[in-house]
């Protein structure tokens, strides 16, 4: 008995070159920080439009809860930046860099020549307030912020610190944690230059 009918072979899998893209992404990838390895570039150095320039205008409520000293903490607008020297610290509770370097802020707070502020990033209102409750509150008011003034400034992620003059001018931004060494060997010779400028 024979059977005429054709019998259907599969059609082979054709290949995709899309395959090979999420390769080509890492190797790119891989490329460009080995290539900020070894030219000595430092990658806290990233480029801010905002140097030199009026900080944004802003106004941000207050943490609700936050207290010190007995009394809730003011909410942080950009009238406060007016008059003396700042220095702003993007922090969030989530964020563990922000943990590792708050030992420097808690430091810097012993100095009345400037004030801190905080700009509470994409967090919860609880979450912070324990978060600056465990590890001690370095702030003179903390602002927060949906994320919308955080892109006003140019923050790329936090922790992230700026230093604002008494005119309310950007005049330094480091991007990352501080810690040891870079809150000792770049972070305090910018803010002692600006601060000797801003004398009087």
């Not at 082979?12 to 000595?40: K, N």
């Not at 009345?112 to 370095?138: C, E, H, M, S």
Request: hydrophobic letters at 40%; glycine letters at 8%; one cysteine or more.
């Amino acid at each position: 008995m024979s059977d005429n009918s054709e019998i259907e072979k599969p059609e082979p899998r054709r290949w995709s070159p899309f395959v090979l893209l999420p390769i080509v992404v890492f190797g790119a990838l891989a490329l460009l920080f080995f290539y900020q390895l070894v030219s000595g570039n430092d990658p806290q150095k990233l480029p801010s439009a905002l140097i030199d320039k009026p900080a944004p205008e802003f106004v941000l409520g207050p943490v609700e809860g936050l207290m010190k000293d007995g009394k809730p903490m003011p909410g942080f607008a950009h009238e406060d930046l007016l008059g003396q020297v700042s220095v702003v610290n993007v922090f969030a509770s989530w964020c563990a860099p922000c943990r590792a370097e708050h030992p420097y802020l808690m430091e810097l707070s012993k100095d009345d020549r400037f004030q801190i502020a905080g700009l509470n990033y994409k967090d919860t209102d609880p979450k912070a307030v324990r978060f600056l409750t465990d590890l001690g509150n370095p702030y003179d008011r903390v602002g927060v912020d949906s994320g919308r003034v955080g892109i006003d400034w140019g923050v790329y992620g936090v922790p992230e610190t700026f230093i604002v003059d008494r005119e309310g001018q950007i005049r330094y931004k480091f991007v990352g944690p501080l810690d040891a060494r870079s809150f000792k060997e770049v972070f305090l010779p910018e803010l002692e230059k600006i601060l000797s400028e801003n004398a009087g």
